[in-house]
C-alpha cells in the first residue's frame, strides 16, 4: 500500500490547537485556514478532530465541518463527539469521507457495528489513544486506552479492545502515541510495531514525527 502522509487537525471550536502530550493547548489561528492550506500542498487526507466535543459531550461541530466539505478536494475524516448514527449520517452528508471512533465506540461497541454495516468499513477508523509507560518493579511497558482527548483512563486491553474493534467492523487504524505527542523527538517505533503486527488493517500514526524520513521507517 502507497505511504500516505495525513494531517490530523486537532481544533477546539473554530481554532486549531496544539499542545503537548494532549495537554499544555495553545490556539494556533483558524483550523478552516490550514486546512485549506494543506490541502493546496498536497497533502492525501486530513483528519479533523474536536478535542472538546466528547469531553464535555457535546455533538460534532456540524458548521465547521460543512466548512471543510466545501473548502477541501482530498479525503477528510471527522473525529469527535460522535455517539449515533445520526451524528454519522450529518458527518458524511456534509461530505466526510470517514470518521474516527474512540470514546463513543469503547462505551458503545455497537456503534461501531452499525456504522460498519451502513457505510462500509472503509468509512470507519478506530481512533486509538494509547498512554504507555514502564513499571518500576520489573521495568515492563504498560499501554493503556485513554479516551475523551487523554482525559480518561479506560483500563482497557488495547489489544483485546484492538482485536474486539476489528471484528466489530472497522477499516483502519489511527494509532496515537499520547506520551509522544508534540514533543517532535521521534515516533513510538516499538508501538508501531506492536499494532502492524497484530493487525493487517492500514495503520495511521500520530505523535512525535521528527521529519518525512522517519514516517517513511
Same mark, same amino acid.
Given at each position: 500500500m502507497?505511504?500516505?502522509?495525513?494531517?490530523? %487537525?486537532?481544533?477546539?471550536?473554530?481554532?486549531?490547537?496544539?499542545?503537548?502530550?494532549?495537554?499544555?493547548?495553545?490556539s494556533l489561528g483558524f483550523a478552516s485556514g490550514f486546512a485549506k492550506k494543506y490541502n493546496d500542498e498536497g497533502i492525501d487526507e486530513i483528519i479533523y478532530q474536536d478535542i472538546r466535543a466528547s %469531553?464535555?459531550?457535546?455533538?460534532?461541530?456540524?458548521?465547521?465541518?460543512?466548512? %471543510?466539505?466545501?473548502?477541501?478536494d482530498i479525503?477528510?475524516?471527522?473525529?469527535?463527539?460522535?455517539?449515533?448514527l445520526d451524528h454519522l449520517k450529518k458527518i458524511f452528508d456534509l461530505g466526510a469521507d470517514k470518521v474516527s471512533l474512540n470514546s463513543g465506540a469503547v462505551n458503545n461497541l455497537r456503534l461501531i457495528e452499525k456504522a460498519a454495516s451502513i457505510y462500509g468499513s472503509q468509512s470507519i477508523i478506530l481512533s486509538l489513544d494509547i498512554f504507555s509507560y514502564q513499571e518500576e518493579i520489573n521495568n515492563k511497558i504498560i499501554r493503556e486506552v485513554w479516551i475523551k482527548n487523554g482525559k480518561e483512563r479506560t483500563e482497557v486491553n488495547y489489544m483485546e479492545w484492538l482485536k474486539n474493534a476489528t471484528s466489530a467492523g472497522i477499516g483502519e487504524i489511527c494509532l496515537t502515541s499520547i506520551a509522544h505527542d508534540g514533543l517532535a523527538q521521534g515516533a513510538d517505533l516499538s508501538l508501531i510495531k506492536e499494532i502492524c503486527n497484530?493487525?493487517? %488493517?492500514?495503520?495511521?500514526?500520530?505523535?512525535?514525527?521528527?521529519?518525512?524520513q522517519e514516517a517513511c521507517h
Open positions: 502507497r505511504k500516505r502522509i495525513i494531517s490530523k %487537525l486537532e481544533v477546539k471550536g473554530p481554532n486549531l490547537i496544539k499542545g503537548l502530550c494532549f495537554d499544555g493547548l495553545r %469531553l464535555c459531550k457535546t455533538e460534532p461541530n456540524f458548521s465547521e465541518i460543512k466548512k %471543510l466539505g466545501k473548502l477541501l479525503p477528510f475524516v471527522v473525529s469527535g463527539g460522535i455517539t449515533n497484530n493487525s493487517d %488493517l492500514p495503520v495511521i500514526y500520530c505523535g512525535g514525527m521528527i521529519d518525512k
